[in-house]
């Protein structure tokens, strides 16, 4: 594909001309034949960068059709090569501009070169004319990552992997592009075993603000760290973005923010992109309490109880029962498919009534089947399980619930196994996302902490608390007392710097600040002011004229509680200096006490240095 076909010149491997020679006839040629007949294509490149320690690795190469055509595009001139079947034709054409520019400015590094699965089985690339053609430009192979590109389908994995491993011994090195775009490119990541993984940029871009993605990144570069290969991370527009995707662990990085593609690319990183990569503070991740657990199902909720058949008798049933006081319900299948179920307390107070043991002991069971059991697939989850129970009738809340796998039994489930799960699954997403404020919970909050100390980042840490509280959410209700806990959410959030500092809300009116802005002084006090002067939204204005407000005591005498307020204490916490979150915590708590000694809204900052 780069190498020329015989009878032609080296540098063109391509069947028109644009003279009266052989070949398609210039007046005749459609747009996109001259372009290829005139080499009329231009090389940009943009930088790729280790993101530890900035520097420039290699460039991707990228191509353009002449500015004045409507094919200058990319995606409308291969589009146009696709239509008129010269997808081959204007990729080769696109590589050997590629080459011939790079190998001119002498470009350090690596040079990422676009190749589709379709022209890697060509003759012409496999038969050693393409090294004879870089070898002429003075590249070596093994600088050269053959980026594959799909464009459609990849089947043939069998035959891809001959090919690759073809050109690693000619010395290049590989590369899967766009990795969650593709059809197959989980797959060719498998097969293949390339050096480099792109990830799609749809999942870079607003990574910063996006758990999914967060997430999406993170399963990626773990997998990445398994098998030695080196994640690039492509479309990075923003500086969130590139904080992100270097706190997690990403190799590599190209996008716009650190550079555009360019006919001569920048050979070192920018000031402002260096200054992130070198910066000792961490990106604030994104939290999505419901993307910390996988969804839970009906399954979850079973217990296999041996079933019974039709023709079991009752004197068997009794057995089971007597012989195993936990045993609630006793299921009764047909060929493996349910057909009812038997209840313990029904069976046992028919069953031991006088002389019916003896009268229909040796009888089948049928009489005490409940033929119209609930029937719940393993795989329905169990919020909709919960919904689902509610508008049936009550005495299935007795009976419990069988649980199919498409249709055939599996095992059973009772009310109190479905509630005991809904309210861990509750206390578990409590800890990861506040369901008053929909902050970050205990668990995150940790995390950044263990994040920051691990980074050995200087940061402030703050913990925010609520003076006399109590005696507001007991005078004016719990609904008020809500507001008034939203509200310091709201306010403690709009004074942070949401790409440097972190805000958690661990339960009931206690929140953290984790601050890596150098103004978070500053910060802290406008939230203070911002607290205040929303004093009109929360009181009457006689309580905030006299300072205080009073309720009757149990003794029926007034009693007087001050204007609730909000304190911050604050503490510095240096690299080194703690060795975990539960000595940050513990800091953290001692300057909140020493600044709800003082009166009104007040900031602490504990100036003594802590031993850890």
Same mark, same amino acid.
Request: aromatic share 8%; net charge negative; charged share 20%.
């Given at each position: 594909m780069l190498a020329s076909q015989p009878n032609e010149p080296a540098q063109t491997n391509l069947r028109f001309s644009n003279d009266n020679g052989p070949g398609v006839p210039a007046a005749a040629m459609t747009p996109l034949q001259e372009i290829i007949a005139q080499r009329k294509l231009s090389a940009l490149f943009q930088p790729v960068i280790d993101l530890q320690s900035g520097e420039v690795i290699g460039f991707e190469g990228l191509i353009r059709g002449p500015a004045d055509s409507t094919l200058h595009s990319p995606v409308n001139l291969f589009g146009a090569a696709l239509q008129q079947n010269l997808s081959?034709?204007?990729?080769?054409?696109?590589?050997?501009?590629?080459?011939?520019?790079?190998?001119?400015?002498?470009?350090?590094?690596?040079?990422?070169?676009? $190749?589709?699965?379709?022209?890697?089985?060509?003759? &012409?690339?496999?038969? !050693?004319?393409? %090294?004879?053609f870089m070898s002429s430009l003075g590249i070596d192979p093994a600088r050269v990552v053959m980026e594959i590109t799909e464009n459609q389908p990849t089947y043939d994995f069998e035959e891809m992997r &001959?090919?690759?491993?073809?050109?690693? =011994?000619?010395?290049?090195?590989?590369?899967?592009?766009? %990795?969650?775009?593709?059809?197959?490119?989980?797959?060719?990541?498998?097969?293949?075993?390339?050096?480099?993984?792109?990830?799609?940029?749809?999942?870079?871009?607003?990574?910063?603000?996006?758990?999914?993605?967060?997430?999406?990144?993170?399963? $990626?570069?773990? $997998?990445? !760290?398994? +098998?030695?290969?080196?994640?690039?991370?492509?479309?990075?527009?923003?500086?969130?973005?590139?904080?992100?995707?270097?706190?997690? !662990?990403?190799?590599?990085? =190209?996008?716009?923010? $650190?550079?555009?593609?360019?006919?001569?690319?920048?050979?070192? @990183?920018?000031?402002?992109? +260096?200054?992130?990569?070198?910066?000792?503070?961490?990106?604030?991740?994104?939290?999505?309490?419901?993307?910390?657990?996988?969804?839970?199902?009906?399954?979850?909720?079973? &217990?296999?109880?041996?079933? @019974?058949?039709l023709e079991t008798s009752n004197e068997q049933i009794f057995e089971r029962f007597s012989g195993n006081a936990a045993l609630h319900i006793i299921p009764v299948v047909k060929n493996g498919l349910p057909t009812g179920l038997i209840?313990?307390? =029904?069976?046992?107070?028919?069953?031991?009534?006088?002389? =019916?043991?003896?009268?229909?002991?040796?009888?089948?069971?049928?009489?005490?089947?409940?033929?119209?059991?609930?029937?719940?697939?393993?795989?329905?989850?169990?919020?909709?399980?919960?919904?689902?129970? @509610?508008?049936?009738?009550?005495?299935?809340?007795?009976?419990g619930f069988i649980i199919t796998e498409q249709g055939r039994y599996i095992g059973v489930a009772t009310l109190q196994d479905l509630l005991r799960e809904l309210i861990r699954m509750q206390q578990e997403s409590a800890r990861y996302a506040n369901p008053l404020s929909l902050l970050p919970g205990n668990v995150p909050v940790i995390e950044h902490i263990e994040g920051l100390l691990q980074m050995n980042t200087k940061f402030i840490a703050c913990h925010c608390n609520l003076d006399h509280f109590k005696p507001f959410n007991d005078n004016f209700g719990y609904g008020k007392g809500d507001e008034m806990i939203q509200?310091? @959410?709201?306010?403690?959030?709009?004074?942070?710097?949401?790409?440097?500092d972190f805000i958690g809300h661990i339960g009931g009116d206690d929140f953290i600040l984790l601050m890596q802005s150098r103004d978070w002084k500053s910060r802290c006090e406008q939230a203070l002011r911002s607290f205040e002067q929303a004093a009109s939204l929360l009181f009457k204005e006689e309580h905030i004229l006299n300072g205080e407000y009073s309720s009757e005591g149990r003794d029926g005498k007034l009693i007087f509680h001050p204007l609730t307020s909000l304190s911050i204490g604050a503490i510095t916490v240096l690299p080194g200096q703690f060795s975990s979150h539960h000595e940050v915590s513990a800091a953290m708590n001692a300057a909140k006490k020493m600044a709800k000694k003082v009166a009104g809204n007040s900031l602490f900052l504990e100036q003594r240095r802590i031993r850890s």
């Open positions: 081959l034709e204007v990729e080769m054409l696109a590589r050997q501009i590629v080459l011939e520019s790079f190998s001119r400015q002498k470009l350090p590094g690596n040079l990422f070169l676009n $190749i589709s699965p379709e022209t890697m089985s060509l003759p &012409s690339f496999k038969n !050693g004319r393409t %090294l004879e &001959s090919a690759l491993f073809h050109y690693r =011994q000619m010395g290049f090195k590989t590369a899967i592009d766009d %990795l969650g775009e593709g059809f197959s490119s989980l797959r060719l990541w498998s097969e293949l075993r390339p050096e480099y993984i792109k990830i799609d940029m749809h999942f870079i871009q607003g990574v910063d603000h996006d758990p999914v993605k967060l997430q999406f990144l993170k399963s $990626i570069q773990q $997998i990445a !760290g398994s +098998c030695g290969t080196r994640v690039i991370a492509e479309g990075i527009e923003t500086e969130g973005e590139l904080r992100v995707v270097k706190d997690i !662990g990403i190799a590599l990085g =190209q996008g716009y923010f $650190i550079a555009h593609p360019s006919p001569t690319p920048p050979l070192l @990183a920018s000031n402002e992109t +260096c200054r992130i990569i070198n910066s000792k503070n961490i990106g604030v991740f994104p939290v999505n309490g419901m993307s910390h657990r996988r969804q839970i199902t009906a399954e979850k909720l079973l &217990s296999y109880v041996e079933p @019974a058949q209840n313990r307390d =029904q069976f046992i107070d028919t069953f031991s009534q006088p002389r =019916q043991r003896e009268l229909t002991g040796k009888q089948i069971c049928q009489h005490f089947i409940r033929t119209d059991p609930l029937l719940v697939e393993k795989s329905m989850p169990v919020e909709e399980l919960s919904s689902f129970l @509610a508008e049936t009738p009550t005495r299935h809340f007795a009976d509200l310091v @959410a709201r306010l403690l959030g709009w004074a942070c710097d949401h790409t440097m």
